[in-house]
């Protein structure tokens, strides 16, 4: 069932495999640590990916949609307390980032600037309900679509290159702390580059199985982003690396004691 998972959605994570499969998080490892030995399956931090997918293979935007939900929303919830109203925000592809853009619908006065169609999706169908007024004002990109439904390449490149924006909302496909933001896909490196430049402060957006995964191509370093939003389930190793790291490193659901310290 295991493999199965995999081959369909790409990837699999231990704490999803411990829900579906009503077993511990120790007997999944097991599985996993056999699989991997037998070549079927490739483990990365928090579970496993289809051979030869850790770098180069990028999985389509509607099939990273309902892993890890409730740690999205709450990074969510936070990322978008961050946004003023009146203000120009980017926001980058990917699902984290999408659900931050939800939130952001109802900010007064607030332009969205995005290489995301299904955030632009999203701002349309709030304009259609409630009218221009009731919506962001949207600018998009332009480009070609990638699997996950990022707009990218030169033409973003350089509409991007023209702006300035306020702050940045960004995904990623894996974080590391050598390797820093990485993506499988390499025309979106260069396109989240020059959302990064355009930028003022970087907010990034990613849960907790994001960490320690290295994808094809490095688009940012730790060091370079001003506000880190992630869930609590990221060990505590990881969260000391961040915090030495990035500007500031904001935990969503971490007890307020906790969240102060950081």
Known sequence: MILEAVRRDGAVRVAELVGRLGVSDMTIRRDLDALAAQGAVEKVYGGAVAVGAARGEEPGFDAKSDREAAAKAAIAD????????????????GTTAHAVAARLLAVPRLTLVTNSLPVAD?????????????????????????????????????????????????????????????????????TNRALIAAARRVAVVADHTKWGVVGLSGFAALERIDLFVTDAGLP??????????????????APPAEEEAR
């Open 78 to 93: 936070v990322a978008a307390g961050l946004v003023e109203p009146g203000s120009v925000v980017a926001v980058s592809a």
């Open 122 to 190: 999203l701002v349309r169908a709030a304009a259609r309900e409630h009218g221009p007024d009731g919506a962001p004002t949207l600018l998009l990109t332009g480009g070609s679509p990638t699997p996950s439904a990022a707009l990218v390449g030169p033409l973003a490149d350089l509409v991007l290159g023209s702006l300035h924006v306020d702050l940045l909302v960004l995904g990623a496909h894996g974080v590391d702390e050598h390797a820093g933001l990485t993506t499988p896909n390499l025309a979106e490196a260069q």
């Open 236 to 253: 505590e190793p990881a969260r000391a690396v961040l915090s030495d790291a990035v500007g500031e490193l904001l935990v969503a659901g």
